[in-house]
């Protein structure tokens, strides 16, 4: 008999999902990537006419997890004249072997599950061990996820947060203080960096906003907004000091943090020490010194969804949420 479908809307994954729980799933990931046995089909995107917007597919299958996701996302930024989301999407979980289709989840916080969790795995592995203080620049959608995911993964002892909207910064303070039971102290950028040992960057600028003096010796920065070479959040003179390391180092030199910098020869094409998996397998060493700043450059991978997509099903299966369709 064919399996039912599980759906899970925003508020499902919102309410339910444990984030921490797909950070390690995200970690196998990464390393099991390096193996080269996933399938990654090129991101297909559809220009919609006028253009009042694009639709985009994505798919992903990954030979450890023996799973198959499919994204639809759709971005419409006029929708905000209608008081509508700009960017919405489905992900899809397949069974790979019988193509059943296991769950429909909404996919844009599952999306930011999925990020959050990668500069987590990047803190935990490249930050330093004694890092108390930790930075998040960016209190949007994947802002809010990055403090919930990297506080996570070292006993930090306040979270600096800063945002151009003050309000938006100051809600999420409030919302995850009780949460984390960690101070979130609402900071100008320069307060942020100045103190942190970890800095997540989680915004859509295309101007930089962490600037090179304001950097401490030591730092990590895990940079997850640029994921378009025309966006930027770290000022490039800070490159040249960072040992760099990247979720996948073919792309992210087209499309990442460092790509501006690249392209006016401030770094080269082989800046990157390595791939995030290669540090967690072991084949390439993370950190090297106490006073070395580290810098991960995360643009997402397809198969990182389909990490996020069975974590969530896992979960959902086990508490029973969600609402169950036989489609066949
Ligand atoms: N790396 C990845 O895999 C990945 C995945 C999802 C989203 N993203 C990217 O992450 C970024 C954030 O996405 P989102 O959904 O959270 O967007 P969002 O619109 O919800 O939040 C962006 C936040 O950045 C703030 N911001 C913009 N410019 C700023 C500046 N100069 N200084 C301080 N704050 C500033 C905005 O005020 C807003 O609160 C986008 O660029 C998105 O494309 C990356």
Redesign the pocket.
């Known amino acids: 008999m064919v399996r039912t479908t599980i759906v899970l809307t925003r508020a499902d994954v919102a309410g339910q999902i444990d984030i921490r729980e797909v950070i390690p799933a995200i970690e196998r990931c990464l390393a099991d990537h390096e193996k080269g046995e996933d399938l990654l089909p090129p991101k297909y995107i559809i220009d919609m006419p006028g253009g009042i917007g694009i639709s985009a597919c994505m798919a992903g299958y990954t030979k450890a997890a023996n799973m198959l996701t499919m994204k639809l996302g759709q971005e419409r930024k006029a929708n905000v004249d209608q008081s509508l989301p700009t960017?919405m999407g489905t992900l899809q979980l397949y069974d790979p072997e019988t193509g059943e289709l296991l769950m429909i989840v909404e996919s844009v916080l599952a999306?930011?599950y999925r990020?959050a969790a990668?500069a987590a795995v990047a803190a935990k592995h490249l930050a330093r061990q004694n890092s108390e203080v930790l930075a998040v620049?960016?209190?949007?959608?994947?802002?809010r996820q990055c403090v919930r995911a990297v506080a996570s993964v070292r006993p930090f002892r306040r979270i600096d947060l800063?945002?151009?909207?003050q309000p938006?910064a100051e809600q999420v303070a409030r919302d995850l203080a009780a949460e984390l039971c960690v101070p979130i102290r609402v900071a100008t950028?320069e307060e942020a960096c100045r103190e942190a040992d970890v800095i997540c960057t989680?915004?859509?600028?295309t101007?930089p906003?962490v600037m090179n003096r304001w950097v401490r010796p030591g730092t990590h920065l895990s940079c997850?907004?640029?994921?378009?070479h025309s966006?930027i959040e770290c000022e490039m003179t800070l490159l040249p000091r960072c040992r760099i390391f990247a979720d996948k180092m073919e792309q992210c030199v087209e499309r990442g943090e460092v790509s501006q910098a690249i392209e006016k020869k401030i770094l080269g094409r082989d800046c990157y020490a390595g791939n995030l998996g290669q540090v967690i397998t072991g084949q390439v060493p993370g950190r090297t010194s106490e006073d070395q700043v580290t810098l991960f450059d995360?643009?997402?991978l397809g198969v990182q969804d389909t990490t996020v997509a069975k974590s969530i099903y896992e979960q959902a299966t086990a508490k029973g949420l969600g609402t169950t369709i036989a489609f066949c």
């Open positions: 960017i999306t930011m990020t990668a620049i960016g209190a949007g959608q994947l802002g800063f945002d151009i909207r938006q950028a989680a915004t859509n600028s101007e906003i997850m907004g640029a994921d378009l966006k995360g643009i997402g």
